[in-house]
């Protein structure tokens, strides 16, 4: 009785195999092809649809653009002349005789710098602002590769849920098979639970594979401000780019062309003016000061004819400059000196960070590079031949119904293996296209701020020159929110 039990089982399950599939198509389910398109009425995004939106709606672009502005504007700030001081002065005011010895004055001072300090100032400020303009260009490639990355994630999610949603299906049909032909006692109560707990991993599976869509999908449209964005698919193909890369030019590049390279180069020429302005600070600037008004004091123009006249109008001219004895400047030179070879020792600093960095992103892609080849080389055409093998036998009575289970199991992991990996080639790739940079909603550094425009104390340029998080490399995660 147990034997024949068997043999319907048997024949049960291929029956149903065969039902579902249809008579036209193979009993097993094709998962090599490509992901099934949504329905035409689905809504669809695209990466460019994404970058677009990223473009109009992430604040840190803004924001990067305002500090490009901000820096042309101290820029020009630092070069503008000091304003003339126009005023009035009385002089030998007697309450007695206040209409006979009074003097009125109109008077304009001009203090003109000298030594090219506006020009220097201004060079300070104007290297400020090419800063800015490659912080914006590193800010943008910052929010692309994230947004790439993102993508990619959310790409090999919907390929997950497509995996596991065809697995539960089978997983399903499994258990009420074993169900109705436990209920006529035609199949054991182990084949029964086995089946049912298969199921219940599936789904869970499933869910999992779900949420991390919809969490992957948040971040996604977190990022390119839109976080009302509603969930929908994303067009795309993740098999339809493997890229492949000559890593020493591309490290030659990274080396020569990443914004933080030429952040740090463009940080070296500005600390060359700042040296260059506190050299000038030395340099007298030039006191001007003319003055005209009315002198009511009485003079005698004949000493014999005892005739007296006012004064009237007189002028006086004031010209004069400081002499630099006691104050040289020396602290603020010695200062943008230190300055200047922190800001060299910067660039050196930066290139070994990029090719620690580069060393793992490297490996990392590597690593996922190799995954992908040989599972569409060997491991998914081998699992599939197993399956395909398992299940023959076991439709000839040759193979139990858990070694069929087993075999198609493993089919489905090594493609969401294959999955995985591609999603790590393509986030990897974009990373090294994109110069190691990440942090989308991270907010772009500041220009450096170095204070008074017009005060031409040694510390008006020489202030905020360093600190410990300038220029700092983003050597964190793959993407960093």
Same mark, same amino acid.
């Given at each position: 009785m147990r034997a024949i039990g068997k043999e319907l089982l048997v024949l049960a399950t291929v029956f149903q195999f065969a039902s579902a599939a249809g008579a036209q198509t193979p009993p097993q389910p094709d998962l090599r092809g490509q992901? @099934? $398109? =949504? $329905? $035409?009425?689905? =809504?669809? !995004? +695209? !990466? +460019?649809?994404? *970058?677009?939106? $990223? &473009? *109009?709606?992430? =604040?840190t672009l803004k924001q990067a653009e305002e500090n490009i502005k901000a820096a042309r504007g101290r820029a020009k700030q630092a070069g503008l002349m000091p304003n003339p001081v126009v005023g009035y002065q009385g002089e030998e005011f007697a309450f007695k005789f206040f209409d006979e010895k009074s003097e009125h004055f109109g008077f304009v001072e001009q203090t003109v710098p000298l030594g090219g300090k506006l020009a220097k100032a201004r060079s300070i400020y104007l290297r400020e602002a090419e800063r800015a303009e490659i912080e914006a260009l590193a800010q943008r490639h910052r929010v692309m590769n994230t947004i790439r990355a993102l993508y990619y994630d959310a790409l090999g999610a919907q390929r997950q849920i497509d995996l596991q949603t065809e697995l539960s299906r089978i997983a399903h049909d499994a258990v009420t098979t074993t169900t109705e032909l436990f209920n006529v006692g035609q199949a054991d109560r182990p084949d029964n639970l086995q089946a049912q707990i298969e199921a219940e991993q599936v789904d869970h599976e499933l869910q999992v594979a779900r949420n991390h869509l919809s969490q992957t999908w948040r971040l996604l449209a977190t990022v390119v401000g839109r976080p009302d964005l509603p969930q929908t698919r994303l067009q795309g193909n993740i098999e339809e780019r493997i890229p492949s890369f000559d890593q020493k030019e591309v490290l030659a590049k990274l080396l020569k062309s990443s914004p933080q390279i030429l952040s740090a180069q463009k940080r070296i020429e500005q600390t060359k003016a700042i040296l260059a302005r506190a050299k000038a600070e030395p340099i007298p600037d030039l006191f001007l000061r003319g003055a005209m008004g009315y002198s009511t004091e009485f003079i005698d123009t004949n000493q014999n004819s005892g005739n007296l006249k006012r004064t009237g109008v007189e002028a006086n001219v004031q010209v004069g400059m400081s002499i630099p004895v006691w104050n040289q400047n020396q602290g603020a030179i010695a200062t943008a000196r230190a300055d200047l070879a922190y800001a060299e020792q910067d660039l050196e600093r930066t290139k070994l960070a990029l090719q620690a960095q580069f060393a793992t992103v490297t490996q990392d892609y590597d690593n996922a590079l190799d995954t992908v080849r040989r599972y569409r080389t060997a491991v998914i055409p081998q699992a599939d031949e197993a399956y395909e093998l398992y299940l023959k036998r076991f439709k000839e009575m040759g193979a139990s119904y858990p070694q069929v289970l087993i075999a198609q199991r493993t089919m489905f992991q090594v493609r969401q293996r294959y999955i995985n990996a591609l999603v790590a080639l393509q986030q990897n790739a974009s990373q090294l296209e994109g110069y190691l940079l990440s942090g989308a909603l991270t907010s772009p550094r500041l220009a450096d701020n170095s204070g008074g425009f017009n005060d031409f104390v040694q510390h008006a340029e /020489? *202030?905020?020159?360093? +600190? &410990? @998080?300038?220029?700092? !490399?983003? /050597? @964190? &995660?793959?993407?960093?929110?």
């Amino acid at each position: 009785m147990r034997a024949i039990g068997k043999e319907l089982l048997v024949l049960a399950t291929v029956f149903q195999f065969a039902s579902a599939a249809g008579a036209q198509t193979p009993p097993q389910p094709d998962l090599r092809g490509q992901v @099934t $398109a =949504p $329905a $035409a009425s689905q =809504p669809e !995004l +695209s !990466l +460019s649809n994404l *970058e677009q939106m $990223a &473009g *109009e709606n992430n =604040p840190t672009l803004k924001q990067a653009e305002e500090n490009i502005k901000a820096a042309r504007g101290r820029a020009k700030q630092a070069g503008l002349m000091p304003n003339p001081v126009v005023g009035y002065q009385g002089e030998e005011f007697a309450f007695k005789f206040f209409d006979e010895k009074s003097e009125h004055f109109g008077f304009v001072e001009q203090t003109v710098p000298l030594g090219g300090k506006l020009a220097k100032a201004r060079s300070i400020y104007l290297r400020e602002a090419e800063r800015a303009e490659i912080e914006a260009l590193a800010q943008r490639h910052r929010v692309m590769n994230t947004i790439r990355a993102l993508y990619y994630d959310a790409l090999g999610a919907q390929r997950q849920i497509d995996l596991q949603t065809e697995l539960s299906r089978i997983a399903h049909d499994a258990v009420t098979t074993t169900t109705e032909l436990f209920n006529v006692g035609q199949a054991d109560r182990p084949d029964n639970l086995q089946a049912q707990i298969e199921a219940e991993q599936v789904d869970h599976e499933l869910q999992v594979a779900r949420n991390h869509l919809s969490q992957t999908w948040r971040l996604l449209a977190t990022v390119v401000g839109r976080p009302d964005l509603p969930q929908t698919r994303l067009q795309g193909n993740i098999e339809e780019r493997i890229p492949s890369f000559d890593q020493k030019e591309v490290l030659a590049k990274l080396l020569k062309s990443s914004p933080q390279i030429l952040s740090a180069q463009k940080r070296i020429e500005q600390t060359k003016a700042i040296l260059a302005r506190a050299k000038a600070e030395p340099i007298p600037d030039l006191f001007l000061r003319g003055a005209m008004g009315y002198s009511t004091e009485f003079i005698d123009t004949n000493q014999n004819s005892g005739n007296l006249k006012r004064t009237g109008v007189e002028a006086n001219v004031q010209v004069g400059m400081s002499i630099p004895v006691w104050n040289q400047n020396q602290g603020a030179i010695a200062t943008a000196r230190a300055d200047l070879a922190y800001a060299e020792q910067d660039l050196e600093r930066t290139k070994l960070a990029l090719q620690a960095q580069f060393a793992t992103v490297t490996q990392d892609y590597d690593n996922a590079l190799d995954t992908v080849r040989r599972y569409r080389t060997a491991v998914i055409p081998q699992a599939d031949e197993a399956y395909e093998l398992y299940l023959k036998r076991f439709k000839e009575m040759g193979a139990s119904y858990p070694q069929v289970l087993i075999a198609q199991r493993t089919m489905f992991q090594v493609r969401q293996r294959y999955i995985n990996a591609l999603v790590a080639l393509q986030q990897n790739a974009s990373q090294l296209e994109g110069y190691l940079l990440s942090g989308a909603l991270t907010s772009p550094r500041l220009a450096d701020n170095s204070g008074g425009f017009n005060d031409f104390v040694q510390h008006a340029e /020489t *202030e905020k020159v360093r +600190s &410990g @998080t300038d220029n700092a !490399l983003d /050597t @964190t &995660g793959l993407v960093e929110y």
